[in-house]
Nanobody, 126 residues
């Protein structure tokens, strides 16, 4: 298990930008693949983005492709989610999640991740 702490959420107008950060308290962060998920009120937790252990592979939900960028800095034990051109429908609690690089199962499925942060609220006003 890895302890994950997100930051960077807030209130922004439509069209604006935010950058979320997620810092892990583990010495072997580079052996973890990381994901971002979000959950709006009354909705299931949904996949947003995934990055492999070295940042060489990234994936996005269709709804955020071209607007969000995931990246990581293994020297800082941190994964980022740069969110541009935000829309009201992006409003949700955003969670980062981690799983061992050797884990199997779809990265789009929350239950394939063993470690979760507490979440950070992102609110986009119209």
């Amino acid at each position: 298990q890895v302890q994950l702490v997100e930051s960077g959420g807030g209130l922004v107008q439509a069209g604006g930008s935010l950058r979320l950060s997620c810092t892990a308290s583990v010495r072997t962060f580079s052996t973890y693949a990381m994901g971002w998920f979000r959950q709006a009120p009354g909705q299931e937790r949904e996949f947003v983005s995934f990055i492999n252990w070295n940042g060489g592979s990234t994936y996005y939900a269709d709804s955020v492709k071209g607007r969000f960028t995931i990246s990581r800095d293994n020297a800082k034990n941190t994964v980022y989610l740069q969110m541009n051109s935000l829309k009201p429908e992006d409003t949700a609690v955003y969670y980062c999640a981690g799983r061992n690089m050797l884990s199997y199962g779809s990265y789009r499925q929350p239950d394939t991740f063993g470690s979760w942060g507490q979440g950070t609220q992102v609110t986009v006003s119209s």
